[in-house]
């Protein structure tokens, strides 16, 4: 079956936006990410500014402890989510598109028209980018992403007690640090526009399955993408056996 809907997991910094939005394009399809953001800010009432926060990230600072504290019954977030799950489910029907983040993979998980996709990064590559790109300059860059990071998979365990970035949650996972965005973007619409999808599996040359993290030691066992990494990257290609 084609993969009509595309969702993008990403870690901060690594680009993710940025190969989502680029993928829709190629595949001449909508993207969901601000537009996302503006629906749901539409709807709930909300700020925008706040919505990009609480609809992805758990409170930082002193608030953190407060964001499991339902002793009061539901919270601002809880609402958030609950339109956040019930507009994501209405696009995926709409029409073929690429969802950017919002636990998308988790509230998608049962169709099999969806390819799940991870993009991370070493912390070098994610410093590097945050600077050039947005400017980060306020406090440390590993500082910063390590606090996104954090606050991103405590949500995203909260919301769907899963783990954040674990690859056995994503059907590919992309270092975009190492591929490098453009060949990220080339072999996600290619997964996109095949047919049938074999399950990929990730198996670490101990015998356990890792985290997206560490790809570049495991054993990608999928014909679409091998063949793609084999093409466009040999140097990597060496270090995957198939």
Known sequence: MEKRIITI???????????GKLVAEHLGIRCYDAELIQKLAAESGFDENYVKEAGEYTPGGFLAS?????SFGPTNEDLLWKLQYRIIRELAEKEPCVIVGRCADFILQERTDCL???????????ADRIVRVYGEREKSPEARLKEKDKRRAAYYRFYTDMKWGDAAN???????????IEKCVKVIESLGQHRTIPALRL???????????????????????????????????RRIGT
Not at 9 to 19: M, V
Not at 116 to 126: L, P
Not at 206 to 230: D, E, F, M, Q, W
């Open 9 to 19: 997991s990403r870690e901060f910094g690594s680009g993710g936006r940025t190969i």
């Open 66 to 70: 407060a964001f499991t504290d339902r």
């Open 116 to 126: 799940k996709v991870f993009v991370h990064a070493d912390m070098k590559f994610r």
């Open 170 to 180: 994503y059907h590919v996972a992309l270092d975009s640090g190492v591929i490098g």
């Open 203 to 237: 198996k670490h040359r101990s015998g356990i399955c890792g985290t997206a993290s560490a790809l570049p030691k495991c054993s990608i066992r999928h014909p679409v993408l091998s063949a793609l990494l084999a093409w466009h990257l040999p140097h990597l290609a």
